[in-house]
């Protein structure tokens, strides 16, 4: 099953289990905005995603832009094998977040096009990445990078309305920058080379191959994708809201470490500029 199979069908699931029901003391952008900084400050509500109300249809124009996107993660799950019937299988397996109340992404901007009679939408800027760890129910900590940078979402038609669909890949790059520093002072572009004393050893020596991902420090950017679907529209406030199902890969920890598949579900929040 590629991406945006996982994409669909865990949309329909995340329908199914009422992730798309707004929450009891759900709060809307007009209602957020008239809140000061100390009204909002250790409340939890800088972390959610307004909800929009009600079941309308905006059509944008050429020339309009997406803005104010807010991506809010509810459920987070990593990829594992699994042992089962004297076999392993790979599933993914319910995790829970380790990071505070600062793993929304906000403020997200880009351009709305029209390909073939159907709405497109390029991400362009905004806080469109937060570093965010998980832990697995055996007590491994797995960090990645949650982001959309440099998303292209295609649509299934030329207007914003309940069923609406769009979805696309964005990149995912690197959890560590370039500056980063191990334990041992090892780089990306700064630092030692290689780890000093006897398991520094040169290259092409014994023992070498061993530590060539831990010395050879890379900036990996991978691939992502992201499904959503439209469940409220407000015209009125140009305002859309809905469901969002995305994979990407984890940390690499500059190439010395395998990826795994996380896999997250919750909602979305966006207006027509």
Same mark, same amino acid.
């Given at each position: 099953?590629?991406?945006?199979?996982?994409?669909?069908? !865990?949309?329909?699931? !995340?329908? !199914?289990?009422?992730?798309?029901?707004?929450?009891?003391?759900?709060?809307?952008?007009?209602?957020?905005? +008239?809140?000061?900084?100390?009204?909002?400050?250790?409340?939890?509500?800088?972390?959610?995603?307004?909800?929009?109300?009600?079941?309308?249809?905006? #059509?944008?124009?050429?020339?309009?832009?997406?803005? %104010?996107?807010?991506?809010?993660?509810?459920?987070?799950?990593?990829?594992?094998?699994?042992?089962?019937?004297?076999?392993? @299988?790979?599933? *993914?397996?319910?995790?829970?977040?380790?990071?505070?109340?600062? $793993?929304?992404?906000?403020?997200?901007?880009?351009?709305?096009?029209?390909?073939?009679?159907?709405?497109? *939408?390029? +991400?362009?800027?905004?806080?469109?990445?937060?570093?965010?760890?998980?832990?697995?129910?055996?007590?491994?900590?797995?960090?990645?990078?949650?982001?959309?940078? %440099?998303?292209?979402?295609?649509?299934?038609? /030329?207007?914003?309305?309940? =069923?609406?669909?769009?979805?696309?890949?964005?990149?995912?790059?690197? $959890?560590?920058?370039?500056?980063?520093?191990?334990?041992?002072?090892?780089?990306? #572009? #700064?630092? $030692? %080379?290689?780890?000093?004393?006897?398991?520094?050893?040169?290259? =092409? &020596? @014994?023992?070498?191959?061993?530590?060539?991902? +831990? /010395?050879?420090?890379?900036? %990996?950017?991978?691939?992502?994708?992201?499904?959503? &679907?439209?469940?409220?529209?407000?015209?009125?406030?140009?305002?859309?809201?809905?469901? $969002?199902?995305?994979?990407?890969?984890?940390?690499?920890?500059?190439?010395?470490?395998?990826?795994?598949?996380?896999?997250?579900?919750?909602?979305?929040?966006?207006?027509?500029?």
């Amino acid at each position: 099953m590629n991406l945006k199979q996982i994409g669909q069908v !865990a949309i329909a699931g !995340a329908v !199914a289990v009422g992730v798309a029901a707004a929450p009891a003391q759900a709060i809307t952008k007009s209602q957020l905005n +008239e809140l000061s900084y100390l009204q909002v400050k250790g409340t939890g509500l800088a972390n959610r995603c307004p909800e929009v109300i009600g079941e309308d249809t905006i #059509t944008p124009k050429g020339g309009q832009r997406l803005v %104010d996107m807010c991506i809010e993660p509810k459920a987070f799950a990593i990829e594992e094998e699994v042992g089962k019937g004297g076999r392993t @299988e790979k599933k *993914f397996v319910n995790s829970k977040v380790m990071t505070r109340q600062t $793993y929304t992404l906000d403020g997200i901007e880009g351009d709305l096009s029209n390909s073939g009679g159907n709405i497109v *939408f390029t +991400e362009k800027e905004g806080i469109d990445y937060a570093a965010t760890t998980l832990q697995l129910p055996g007590g491994e900590r797995v960090p990645f990078l949650f982001t959309v940078k %440099d998303l292209v979402a295609k649509g299934n038609g /030329n207007a914003f309305k309940p =069923g609406f669909q769009m979805g696309g890949e964005f990149s995912t790059p690197s $959890y560590r920058t370039g500056l980063f520093l191990d334990p041992k002072g090892r780089g990306g #572009t #700064t630092g $030692y %080379d290689m780890a000093i004393a006897l398991p520094g050893l040169q290259s =092409g &020596e @014994e023992g070498d191959d061993a530590l060539f991902a +831990e /010395n050879n420090k890379v900036f %990996d950017v991978t691939s992502g994708r992201i499904e959503m &679907e439209v469940n409220k529209v407000n015209a009125a406030e140009s305002e859309i809201g809905g469901v $969002y199902v995305a994979t990407q890969l984890s940390d690499t920890d500059m190439g010395s470490k395998v990826p795994k598949k996380v896999l997250t579900k919750g909602i979305f929040y966006a207006r027509v500029q």
